[in-house]
């Protein structure tokens, strides 16, 4: 095969200023043109494995997607895809919609936002460059032959330059592809594309760095690439839906703050978690923020890590690196965010955070690693609290209370006290309005006298207390649990 270079100017450093392209060969003759979209079919399936900066400092995703058929969308026909996402323990399932002049997504299912942007930045992202339609912006179809197909702005106008023909070897195949690429920083970026198919082979791309090694920005690879009638999506369910349907919190705020230094003063650690009341079962979301230990406004960067849960004797239980499929976590930029889903039992579960140090992915540290740990209450499925936490004396006032030893509005002053005082904690209700403490119904008593025997468990104590709730009877301060005590004093019968 002959391959023709036309006008390329490179040094013989790794890292000099690529300027100028231009490629041609006889499968590829001066002239053929690309653009974003080009050959995209109904019924076509990709499958890609991908990573974006942006999104948990390009923690790797499976992202599959088949061309339904068309959308009418006010006067403009986009391309519909069902959608299935593969992020580390979840399953996100919907519908995506794509332009056709160019193939970005503009609208679909709200739980695949963020992988809708990460899609548009890279899968999609040379549809900035060569889109079908000439008139839109300038651009349009882009010939192979062109010495350059544009400049990246927010990196110092780098030029985007096709710079050789590489035949390469993907999951989904062999494939003849053109290599696109500019420098970014102290690296070269580079997309390889293939003549007549909609969207890049692979990518790898670096982010702009005034200094030191440059992080990925964006890298994926084609896994799978066919055209069906039917969708292959059949009978998969998202356990966003899954999650939902149990009762989990899927909507996750993260209100707990934990900042702590390292047992060994190496680092200081910040930590934001939630929910506030993480359930066996359920989702939780972890920010953790590496700092300098002397300065907590300089984040450290490259930081190797993991969360652990550990035994009693320091043994490991769980690895959260390695259900991710990985040795260590890691952390370019030492802002990470980190989602598992709870394993451990009801009560309080250590969860280690052991850093093993400052080097570029896949380099061992050279430094001996540091941890902290944290606790974290856990709570049963049916949202009760974790049995551990409550002390035998709370029993006793319940059964005080069953055999008229304190009254009611003791009764419901002091389990006020326990809840605010997060002592007590029970799943958030429905606060009422109405009610009075005269208005307890009997068995409501009668559970508090099971509950203090073992006749009952926890969980029906609790939902006879959010009934008392809901009913207006008990009231209870907003919002039910804060981070810190108030620092109030028990009622006169709490000791």
Same mark, same amino acid.
């Given at each position: 095969?002959?391959?023709?270079?036309?006008?390329?100017?490179?040094?013989?450093?790794?890292?000099?200023?690529?300027?100028?392209?231009?490629?041609?060969?006889?499968?590829?003759?001066?002239?053929?043109?690309?653009?974003?979209?080009?050959?995209?079919?109904?019924?076509?399936?990709?499958?890609?494995?991908?990573?974006?900066?942006?999104?948990?400092?390009?923690?790797?995703?499976?992202?599959?997607?088949?061309?339904?058929?068309?959308?009418?969308?006010?006067?403009?026909?986009?391309?519909?895809?069902?959608?299935?996402?593969?992020?580390?323990?979840?399953?996100?399932?919907?519908?995506?919609?794509?332009? $056709?002049?160019?193939?970005?997504?503009?609208?679909?299912?709200?739980?695949?936002?963020?992988?809708?942007?990460?899609?548009? !930045?890279?899968?999609?992202?040379?549809?900035?460059?060569?889109?079908?339609?000439?008139?839109?912006?300038?651009?349009?179809?882009?010939?192979?032959?062109?010495?350059?197909?544009?400049?990246?702005?927010?990196?110092?106008?780098?030029?985007?330059?096709?710079?050789?023909?590489?035949?390469?070897?993907?999951?989904?195949?062999?494939?003849?592809?053109?290599?696109? !690429?500019?420098?970014?920083?102290?690296?070269?970026?580079?997309?390889?594309?293939?003549?007549?198919?909609?969207?890049?082979?692979?990518?790898?791309?670096?982010?702009?760095?005034?200094?030191?090694?440059?992080?990925?920005?964006?890298?994926?690879?084609?896994? $799978?690439?066919?055209?069906?009638?039917?969708?292959?999506?059949? #009978?998969?369910?998202?356990?966003?839906?899954?999650?939902?349907?149990?009762?989990?919190?899927?909507?996750?705020?993260?209100?707990?703050?934990?900042?702590?230094?390292?047992?060994?003063?190496?680092?200081?650690?910040?930590?934001?978690?939630?929910?506030?009341?993480?359930?066996?079962?359920?989702?939780?979301?972890?920010?953790?923020?590496?700092?300098?230990?002397?300065?907590?406004?300089?984040?450290?960067?490259?930081?190797?890590?993991?969360?652990?849960?550990?035994?009693?004797? #320091?043994?490991?239980?769980?690895?959260?690196?390695?259900?991710?499929?990985?040795?260590?976590?890691?952390?370019?930029?030492?802002?990470?965010?980190?989602?598992?889903?709870?394993?451990?039992?009801?009560?309080?579960?250590?969860?280690?955070?052991?850093?093993?140090?400052?080097?570029?992915?896949?380099?061992?540290?050279?430094?001996?690693?540091?941890?902290?740990?944290?606790?974290?209450?856990?709570?049963?499925?049916?949202?009760?609290?974790?049995?551990?936490?409550?002390? &035998? *004396?709370?029993?006793?006032?319940?059964?005080?209370?069953?055999?008229?030893?304190?009254?009611?509005?003791?009764?419901?002053?002091?389990?006020?006290?326990?809840?605010?005082?997060?002592?007590?904690?029970?799943?958030?209700?429905?606060?009422?309005?109405? #009610? &009075?403490?005269?208005?307890?119904?009997?068995?409501?008593?009668?559970?508090?006298?099971?509950?203090?025997?073992?006749?009952?468990?926890?969980?029906?104590?609790?939902?006879?207390?959010?009934?008392?709730?809901?009913?207006?009877?008990?009231?209870?301060?907003?919002?039910?649990?804060?981070?810190?005590?108030?620092?109030?004093?028990?009622?006169? *019968?709490?000791?």
């Amino acid at each position: 095969m002959l391959v023709l270079f036309l006008g390329i100017t490179v040094t013989s450093s790794a890292y000099a200023q690529i300027e100028a392209g231009g490629v041609s060969s006889d499968t590829l003759p001066q002239g053929t043109t690309w653009y974003a979209g080009e050959g995209l079919e109904k019924g076509d399936f990709f499958s890609y494995s991908t990573c974006f900066v942006d999104y948990k400092e390009c923690t790797n995703f499976q992202m599959d997607f088949w061309i339904k058929g068309d959308k009418i969308v006010g006067s403009e026909t986009k391309w519909l895809s069902e959608v299935v996402v593969y992020d580390g323990n979840k399953i996100i399932v919907g519908e995506m919609e794509l332009g $056709k002049i160019a193939p970005e997504p503009t609208g679909g299912t709200p739980e695949l936002g963020v992988y809708r942007g990460a899609f548009k !930045s890279s899968i999609a992202w040379l549809s900035a460059f060569a889109t079908s339609d000439g008139s839109s912006g300038g651009k349009g179809p882009k010939a192979f032959s062109e010495v350059s197909w544009g400049k990246i702005g927010n990196i110092g106008g780098q030029q985007v330059i096709p710079l050789e023909i590489e035949t390469i070897t993907v999951p989904a195949g062999t494939w003849e592809t053109v290599v696109m !690429s500019w420098k970014t920083g102290g690296a070269v970026s580079k997309v390889w594309i293939a003549d007549d198919f909609p969207f890049p082979i692979k990518a790898k791309t670096y982010t702009h760095v005034a200094e030191g090694i440059p992080p990925p920005e964006y890298d994926f690879k084609l896994l $799978k690439y066919e055209n069906r009638s039917d969708s292959p999506f059949v #009978g998969i369910k998202s356990t966003v839906d899954e999650l939902a349907a149990a009762g989990c919190n899927t909507d996750i705020e993260r209100n707990v703050i934990h900042k702590r230094s390292s047992d060994d003063f190496k680092y200081q650690v910040h930590v934001f978690y939630g929910p506030e009341d993480p359930v066996v079962g359920c989702d939780m979301q972890w920010l953790v923020n590496f700092l300098k230990f002397s300065d907590e406004t300089e984040f450290l960067n490259q930081v190797q890590y993991d969360i652990l849960v550990l035994d009693d004797e #320091g043994k490991v239980k769980r690895s959260i690196a390695n259900e991710n499929g990985e040795s260590h976590l890691y952390s370019p930029s030492g802002q990470a965010l980190v989602d598992f889903v709870v394993k451990e039992d009801p009560g309080t579960a250590n969860y280690t955070i052991i850093i093993y140090g400052l080097s570029p992915k896949g380099i061992a540290p050279s430094v001996t690693s540091d941890l902290l740990t944290i606790e974290v209450p856990i709570y049963a499925s049916d949202g009760s609290i974790p049995v551990a936490k409550i002390p &035998s *004396w709370i029993k006793n006032n319940a059964g005080w209370w069953a055999d008229g030893t304190i009254d009611d509005n003791s009764f419901v002053q002091g389990i006020q006290f326990l809840i605010k005082e997060k002592i007590m904690k029970i799943p958030k209700t429905t606060q009422g309005t109405g #009610g &009075s403490s005269n208005d307890i119904p009997p068995w409501i008593k009668n559970n508090a006298g099971w509950w203090a025997n073992g006749d009952i468990d926890d969980g029906s104590f609790i939902k006879g207390l959010q009934f008392l709730i809901k009913e207006g009877i008990m009231k209870v301060p907003q919002p039910y649990q804060s981070n810190t005590s108030s620092g109030a004093e028990p009622p006169a *019968w709490y000791n």
